[in-house]
């Protein structure tokens, strides 16, 4: 992407021109949330200013209108992570929720004691809490694969924890915190060589990389809206149809029956049968808004541009004394997860926002990963296509300053 397209590009950020402390704003929190384009919020606008009427049960014009925008955002959503149908996508909450849904009802259906999940050592708390609140809930275990010294998953040791105790394997696509780029292709293949179904956490990879939910085979597939230029508060599950039919609903409400009696109730098809209550329907038209722009862009060209600004920004880290980048992966996202010397990576964190430069410092929601590298926590610098090799720059020569102030 020429520098001429990018600057275009920021200029559907207005975000982006703000001053923090009278200074250029670098966001480089994008793994965090990103930024919203224009197209996105005038959305949001556009739908509470022209239909706003709830969704599925009206006969009026507004209800109506509402219903189809909301209904053709579940088609774009399906287009874009090549669903093979549009019933198999369910507006929620968040990564979170999808995941906390499908560790519910599974494990309702499937699950009993004595089996086992699998999960990696890798995953954010959201794909590990679920997973631990179900096996506290059944007597089962949970099994963990770990990883090598750059932060690529042992797929020996993968292969021995898949047993016939094992009832579904739940992975990461794409680390939030060392930003290695899972091989969930060959996890899938092996998990269903023994029937296991697989659900990839693809909240750190669909902003980054083309995802084709059938060509990796995956049983469930989730991410968030707002890590993906879309609004907060809008997430995606999507799950083969053979699976979302034998699993119970997560949730009780309207929307997602057929017919109510005091004796007994019967439940909704898909998709209707996972959305209780009435959905965000804003969201979603606004989420489908989103992987519009990001697809005009092309996730191809994104995905180059933005390992650009990871070879860039790693090269120049790098220069720094004491600097330890975490998570080298060979197939790594834009995020750079990083310390230097003994200096506390809050304390960066601090000194860099002084400075305008945003980076999210800590344990980035993945505890036991941060424990098993026995550090403290990282700074960490994650990139998306409106970034440059300017603000890299900057960013590079406020880090300096901070160190040698901290040393
Ligand atoms: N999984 C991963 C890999 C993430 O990076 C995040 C967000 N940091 C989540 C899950 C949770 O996403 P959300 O908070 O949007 O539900």
């Not at 899938?188 to 059938?214: C, M, T, W």
């Not at 995606?236 to 997560?250: D, F, H, R, S």
Request: with cysteine; proline share 4%.
């Amino acid at each position: 992407m020429d520098k001429q397209f990018i600057q275009n590009i920021r200029e559907d950020f207005p975000i982006l021109s703000e001053k923090v402390y009278n200074k250029e704003l670098v966001y480089f929190d994008n793994a965090a949330t990103t930024q919203k384009p224009k197209c996105v919020v005038e959305k949001i606008e556009q739908g509470y200013y022209r239909y706003n009427a709830n969704i599925h049960r009206g006969v009026h014009y507004l209800s109506q209108k509402a219903t189809e925008e909301h209904e053709a955002a579940r088609t774009t959503v399906a287009q874009f992570l090549n669903a093979e149908k549009r019933e198999e996508i369910i507006f929620t909450r968040g990564t979170t929720e999808a995941i906390n849904l499908v560790a519910f009802s599974f494990g309702e259906a499937f699950c009993h004691e004595g089996d086992e999940v699998i999960i990696s050592v890798m995953e954010h708390h959201s794909n590990i809490v679920p997973w631990q609140m179900l096996c506290e809930r059944k007597g089962m275990t949970l099994k963990v694969i770990p990883m090598n010294e750059r932060g690529e998953l042992e797929i020996e040791a993968f292969k021995a924890l898949l047993t016939e105790k094992t009832k579904i394997v739940s992975i990461a696509h794409v680390s939030n915190v060392l930003g290695t780029v899972n091989p969930v292709k060959e996890v899938i293949r092996l998990a269903h060589e023994k029937n296991i179904p697989v659900l990839v956490d693809g909240a750190q990879a669909v902003p980054h990389i083309p995802v084709n939910v059938q060509e990796l085979d995956a049983d469930f597939y989730v991410f968030s809206g707002h890590k993906i230029y879309g609004p907060t508060g809008i997430g995606v599950l999507y799950g083969k149809e053979n699976w979302l039919n034998a699993i119970p609903p997560y949730q009780g409400g309207g929307e997602m029956i057929q017919t109510v009696r005091f004796e007994k109730t019967t439940y909704n098809v898909l998709p209707f049968k996972f959305e209780a209550g009435t959905p965000d329907y804003i969201g979603s038209t606004a989420l489908a808004e989103a992987l519009r722009y990001v697809q005009n862009i092309g996730l191809e060209k994104i995905a180059a541009y933005e390992h650009e600004l990871l070879e860039y920004g790693t090269k120049l880290l790098n220069e720094i004394d004491g600097m330890r980048i975490i998570g080298t992966a060979k197939e790594k996202s834009s995020v750079i997860s990083f310390l230097v010397g003994n200096i506390h990576p809050y304390d960066i964190g601090m000194l860099l926002d002084k400075l305008g430069i945003a980076v999210r410092t800590g344990h980035h929601c993945a505890q036991p990963l941060i424990d098993s590298l026995e550090i403290p926590g990282t700074v960490r610098a994650s990139f998306a296509f409106y970034n440059t090799k300017e603000e890299i720059d900057q960013f590079v020569a406020a880090l300096k300053r901070v160190v040698i102030m901290l040393s």
